[in-house]
């Protein structure tokens, strides 16, 4: 059960833009639009962010927002403020193995 | 208010067991698969296992596999995780999360229970 992989850090400067990869394969991300990322400020529950690629759960931020191509799928932070300094992570459905998560991403407001 | 709340965790010994329980309220919990996901220290969320909203199916990740049983009380509106034969590597923050309809994701998340295993 290999996880996505995710870089370990992205920094950006408030008000930039920031992109996130997580790259997986043929059998989970590449075959399923079952892509999901989360939030985690340590010490506090995950925040499901965006669901099915691409989708805003009901309130988020439209800040956030996700998109794929083939085997590698990208969650984008515009306006970035300090609030969102935490840990992002890809999670996909796959068959094998139901679900997979990425390494995770600490992003780092400068 | 929807809330999921773990509890159980603690200091267990290597070779030890635990039960880990996650209530649920302000939603219809039969009605929704449930899983318990992980997050080691220093690493990233693990998935661990799930669980159908009626229990007829249960699936584990490879590292817990034979070792871990996952199990719900619908009529309590509970959700268990049976941990024996706990190692090292088993010590980690575990979250209850609950399924997101036809989307394959966790959309309501506990604040978690530690578990450390430890001599």
């Known amino acids: 059960q290999s996880a996505l992989t995710q870089p370990a850090s992205v920094s950006g400067s408030p008000g930039q833009s920031i992109t996130i990869s997580c790259t997986g394969t043929?059998?989970?991300?590449?075959?399923?639009?079952?892509v999901s990322w989360y939030q985690h400020h340590p010490g506090k529950a995950p925040k499901l962010i965006i669901y099915?690629?691409?989708n805003r759960p009901s309130g988020f931020s439209n800040r956030f927002s996700g998109s794929k191509s083939g085997n590698t799928a990208s969650l984008t932070i515009s306006g970035l403020q300090a609030e969102d300094e935490a840990d992002y992570y890809c999670?996909?459905?796959?068959?094998?193995?139901?679900?997979?998560f990425g390494g995770g991403t600490k992003v780092t407001v400068l | 208010q929807v809330q999921l709340v773990e509890s159980g965790g603690g200091v267990v010994q290597p070779g030890g067991s635990l039960r880990l329980s996650c209530a649920a309220s302000?939603?219809?919990?039969?009605?929704?698969?449930m899983h318990w996901v992980r997050r080691a220290p220093g690493k990233g969320l693990e998935w661990v296992a799930s669980?159908?909203?009626?229990?007829?199916?249960?699936y584990y990740a490879d590292s817990v596999k034979g070792r871990f049983t996952i199990s719900r009380d619908n009529s309590k509106n509970t959700l268990y995780l049976q941990m024996n034969s706990l190692r090292g590597e088993d010590t980690a923050v575990y979250y209850c999360?609950?399924?997101?309809?036809?989307?394959?994701?966790?959309?309501?998340w506990g604040q978690g229970t530690k578990v450390t295993v430890s001599s």
């Open positions: 099915e690629v691409s």
């Open positions: 302000g939603f219809s919990f039969s009605s929704y698969d």
């Open positions: 043929s059998s989970d991300v590449g075959r399923y639009d079952y």
């Open positions: 999360a609950k399924d997101r309809v036809s989307s394959e994701a966790f959309d309501i």
């Open positions: 669980i159908r909203y009626d229990g007829s199916n249960k």
């Open positions: 999670s996909s459905y796959t068959r094998s193995t139901v679900r997979v």
